[in-house]
């Protein structure tokens, strides 16, 4: 296996980074993969090396604003000015294109955690034709809140400055999700019942930042499209969609969300839409302290697809 990094420039002149894992023989598939909001692609490294040794050719970005990206480029927590969400959109299929090498002719995979499946859901609304199958972990539903947290977003936006930290609209989503736990001993807890793994995302320096007020602009308004009766019927009807996540997720609302983002899918005529929960794990399910779970799942949902997709 080789790792290895690259700096792409992204059509709007903003520098992007990108993580890079080619297997050492046949490459049996693509997979890219897009981070969660308040971290990175780095911490991915576990998960992207396991499918690598299994054939995959893997990629993974760090968003406008996040890890070495924002790090290259001036800002945590800041997609851009205007129309962020669509720019981070995009900034996905620059990133995939550019780094098909000759792997054209074997299937292509996107998956998106937390924030990420929220950039993989607009993604495969606009460009389901480009891959072959799309993973959604740790997602969640848009309700009435988000609308309101939309509304809250560009007011104070308006009168506390686009960049400045959005420390009301970071306790309004995040700060409420370590309630539903007890005995917790950080404000991270809700990440994974694995403590070691909450004090690597508490120690590491690009992760748990609170964002700026355009980034929650931003984020809420792609939530409100995503979520768009019109939006979702352009998804191809035919492409293979798993859902994964933990029945202790507040982000999904411990699985009620989960499913009824399948059943947006199913209503807009999807034929292939896959719900797999997993017992007692919280957000980060590739961060659990039974991960290997996930991985069985997701690699045995590959296969079957990799199988449907060469005949």
Known sequence: ????????????????????????????????????????????????????????????????????????????????????????????????????????????????HSMGSFIARRFIQLYSDVVDGCILCGTGITTRLHKIGNVVAKTVARSKGKEAKGALMNEMSLGTFNKQFKNTKTGFDWLTSDQDEVQKYIDDPLCGFIATNQFFVDLTDGLLLINRKDEIQRVRKDLPILLISGCEDPVGNNGKGVYKVAYQYKKAGLQHVVVYMFEGMRHEILNEVNKEQVYQVVTRWLKANDKTTAN
């Open 1 to 112: 296996m080789k790792k290895r990094s690259m700096e792409l420039l992204i059509s709007d002149g903003h520098r992007v980074f990108v993580r890079i894992y080619e297997p050492d023989g046949e490459v049996i598939g693509r997979f890219h993969i897009l981070h969660g909001m308040g971290e990175h692609g780095g911490r991915y490294d576990a998960f992207a090396t396991m499918l690598c040794e299994q054939g995959y050719f893997v990629t993974a970005h760090d968003h406008r604003g996040h890890g070495q990206t924002a790090e290259m480029n001036g800002k945590l927590g800041y997609f851009a000015d205007e129309n962020g969400f669509n720019r981070v959109v995009e900034d996905v299929y620059e990133v995939i294109q550019h780094v098909r090498y000759d792997y054209k002719k074997v299937p292509v995979y996107i998956f998106g």
